[in-house]
């Protein structure tokens, strides 16, 4: 070997030597290890829903090497579900994956970030998030409360709920008791409904076993087969006018947000939208057998009749109206839902409407 080819090897050498001694440092730096609390406001057993965080847990490990660690609890490990964005606020966890709309006594402007009744569906809920000023005006309101929101999941349209006698008319709804979430309590309330909004997931079965509610809702044939509602049971209403595309969120304590560096801001962003996506099609995917079991097991489906719709319909905009005189962010976000919706729906009758009901007359006539 000559001198000079001694050389060039010797210096590739200790060029390798010294990017490797560089390489721990500077992955040091970039991928920090970090661990987070996030608390769920769902049980494990409730695996589509829970697993939401659990997405979100696994795709961040996975993008930074195992060093930023977010560790999931469900409903009464660290807080109870209730609580789940009180305990953000505070710092007493880091994270939390739960519905805004639990939160709508504190302010009526959390019900906007999950679904408000008659408002939009999944896909246009989505569209108004990411592409319209859904997530830059929801967190405007968050950020007053302490919080970052980012959308972490959504059911889907989901289901009416279940009711232990036939409900035909709004007399029918007179004095009835319903375990329901939401500003949709405070709407039924306009019709005669009594809402019980006080009990959890876990409590729903045994409320309705005991006949403290005469009616509950949940989520749809997933979640619900799996809590045994239709066992108690035997009436199965649709649809659930007041969760038509529901969102439920990653809520992030604001400062340790604005601590984290950009790109793990960037790589948790990236893990919401995916469980955001994942937890709709898991949905889309599970509901369809669930119903076909329910149905198996003697539950009547039936649809809330027009009379019912259109009444509950005038009582949420009416509710919407006296909300926006003393709330400027209840105002200022759903008339900007409200304006989006409006050009929405005109788009999705003509494309997205026409086309599902040619292929759902299909569906029904057996030929597919």
Known sequence: ??????????GAVGAGAAASALASPALAQEYPKITWK?????????????????????????????????????????????????????????????CSYYFWQKDPTYAIGTALPFGLNARLTNAWFYQGNGNKLMNEFYATQGILGLPA????????????????????????KMRIAGLAGKVIEKIGVVPQQDIPVNGVYDALNKGTVDAAEWVGPYDDLKLGLQKIAKYYYYP???E????????????????????????LGDACAFANTNMLAKYDVKNPQALKDIVQQGVTLRPF????????????????????????????????????????????????YTFDTFMMIQQRAGKL
């Open 305 to 352: 009749s027009q009379e019912i719709m259109e009444a509950c319909f005038q009582a949420a905009n009416a509710l919407y109206a006296d909300l926006s005189k003393s709330n400027d962010y209840f105002k200022r976000i759903y008339e900007d839902q409200v304006a989006y919706k409006k050009d929405a729906y005109l788009w999705m009758q003509l494309s997205e």
């Open 240 to 242: 659930g006018w007041w």
């Open 1 to 10: 070997m000559d001198r000079r080819s001694f050389i060039r090897r010797a």
């Open 38 to 98: 996030m608390t769920s406001s769902f049980p494990k057993s409730l695996d589509t829903i829970y697993g939401g965080a659990e997405d979100i847990a696994a795709h961040v490990s996975d993008a930074t090497n195992g060093n930023f660690v977010i560790q999931t609890y469900e409903a009464g490990e660290i807080v109870p579900g209730a609580q789940a964005a009180d305990a953000v606020s505070a710092g007493a966890v880091d994270a939390a994956h739960t």
């Open 153 to 176: 999941g959504n059911t889907g349209a989901q289901m009416g709920g279940w009711f232990r006698k036939e409900i035909n008319t709004l007399d029918d709804l007179k004095g009835l």
């Open 244 to 267: 038509g595309g529901a969102v439920v969120h990653a809520f992030f304590n604001l400062e340790k947000w604005n601590a984290l560096p950009k790109n793990y801001q960037a790589i």
